[in-house]
């Protein structure tokens, strides 16, 4: 607990250590100080802190400011730009996915011409679905993977449109 000793010493030490006291109340706050150590300690701390506001300022190397400056422009920017693109990734993934599904439709479609002469057709609108579903989480993988959905997709019509019969054929 502080004592009122102290608690009057502390209220008056900025101005004790300003040497704004009269010499009477100095010499008071002095002897004070030389037996209270929370009142030493509280005074050594104010003054080292003053010391170290009226130190002067370490001398800023050239073209900091403007280096700074640029810095912060430039993580704005890539901010910016990363909120650019992030729908756009979005995007680019929707479009694959369509792309898949519509990919998907067809290559079942095609199943399903190819699969006419076949002895056991099963469901052929399970099997469209099915086949869809495996185009799918096989383009999962591939974007687990790194690679681009876009360019699977578009390999896949490629394929697709090589490989597929013309109509009329048998
Ligand atoms: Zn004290």
């Not at 150590?37 to 001398?59: G, I, S, V």
Request: aromatic share 6%; glycine share 6%.
């Amino acid at each position: 607990m502080t004592s009122p000793a102290c608690q009057w010493v502390q209220g008056i030490l900025t101005a004790y250590l300003d040497g704004e006291l009269k010499p009477s109340t100095a010499a008071a706050v002095r002897r004070h100080l030389e037996h209270c150590e929370a009142c030493r300690a509280r005074a050594e701390l104010l003054q080292e802190t003053w010391d170290l506001l009226d130190a002067p300022t370490p001398a800023v190397p050239a073209g900091f400011t403007s280096r700074m400056m640029g810095k912060i422009v430039e993580e704005q920017a890539l901010e910016r730009l990363e909120a650019r693109l992030r729908p756009h990734r979005l995007r680019r993934r929707i479009f694959a996915s369509a792309a898949a599904i519509a990919a998907g439709l067809l290559f079942g479609l095609a199943l399903r011409t190819w699969a006419v002469r076949l002895p056991d057709p099963g469901s052929p609108v399970e099997r469209e679905v099915s086949a869809c579903l495996t185009f799918v989480e096989d383009l999962d993988v591939f974007d687990d993977q790194g690679l681009d959905l876009v360019e699977v997709v578009e390999a896949w019509d490629r394929l697709e449109a090589e490989g597929r019969p013309e109509e009329g054929e048998s």
